[in-house]
């Protein structure tokens, strides 16, 4: 196909509403999108195993996890760029002062470094998913991909201002995402479009968050959700409606992708 687009999808606010349900016009859009000959593929911050369930739903085996940390491309892992093991040591020791728990992810499982705790309770209960990090403070001896600390807003200062080896991006009101300096949806993107021999003038984004800034900007048809942050909506060229009023599928089509 030589007019063939690659077309990534955040999955919380742009997949899923608030209550994390894919709309069914969602689904039929991404068919359509599959059927026209395009590739379809996701861009997200949560670790591969947090939505197994919907990559099979959708017969998605292309995505970026971790925000660009750990990518997939048809089944196979072509990129991979973990946590420098002696800062996120040494970022562990200035949470346990400041009686910040720490949850470490790698591609497989998520474990947290304290038995329990209500911010670790409520913000990952949020995302609706089947996992619950246990507790194993060892988990970090192997290469991990991202790790959560679940502060306050603006308690993450504290670590801003020490690591630079890190980016800490907020995703809820008690957690902050960390993910090594410099890495990005967009980056990981870059890796699965130089490997098609995709231009960027094909590749469309869709994303409602801080995390999607970067590929909402970088590629042309970097296309915000309705229920977006502001951020996003500067960031992106288009705007679709809301995740819940047909968000994609309006979208899809404002970008000539789907009829």
């Known amino acids: 196909m030589t007019n063939q687009h ?20 969602a689904k039929q859009a991404i068919q359509q999108l599959k059927d026209n000959g395009h590739e379809v593929a996701i861009a997200t911050g949560r670790a591969p195993f947090m939505y197994k369930e919907l990559r099979e739903e959708l017969g998605i085996d292309t995505y970026v996890s971790f925000n660009g940390q750990y990518v997939v491309l048809n089944g196979d892992v072509i990129y991979k760029n973990p ?28 474990k947290a470094n304290v038995p329990e705790h209500d911010y ?101 048809l970097g296309v915000a959700m309705g229920n977006g942050h502001e951020r996003a909506k500067e960031a992106a060229h288009f705007e679709t409606n809301r995740v819940d009023e047909d968000g994609v599928k309006y979208g899809l089509k404002l970008v000539g992708l789907i009829k």
């Not at 742009?14 to 069914?24: A, F, G, M, Q, V």
């Not at 890190?166 to 957690?175: A, K």
Request: charged residues 30%.
């Open 6 to 25: 690659i077309v990534f999808f955040d999955i919380d606010g742009t997949l899923l509403d608030e209550e994390k349900n894919l709309p069914l016009s």
């Open 120 to 220: 670790i309770t409520e913000s990952i209960s949020s995302l609706k998913i089947d996992q619950f990090p246990t507790y194993d403070p060892e988990y970090k001896n192997r290469e991990l991909y991202q790790a959560l600390i679940f502060c306050e807003q603006g308690e993450e200062e504290v670590y801003e201002k020490q690591f630079d080896n890190f980016d800490f991006i907020r995703w809820h009101e008690l957690s902050t995402d960390v993910i090594p300096a410099g890495g990005s949806k967009a980056e990981g993107i870059e890796k699965i479009i130089e490997r098609l021999n995709i231009p960027k003038e094909r590749v469309a984004t869709f994303g409602d968050s801080l995390n999607d800034l970067e590929m909402l900007s970088q590629y042309p």
């Open 83 to 110: 946590l420098d093991p002696k800062s996120l040591d040494k970022m562990v020791q200035e949470t346990n002062e400041n009686n910040h728990p720490v949850v470490y992810m790698d591609h497989i499982d998520m």
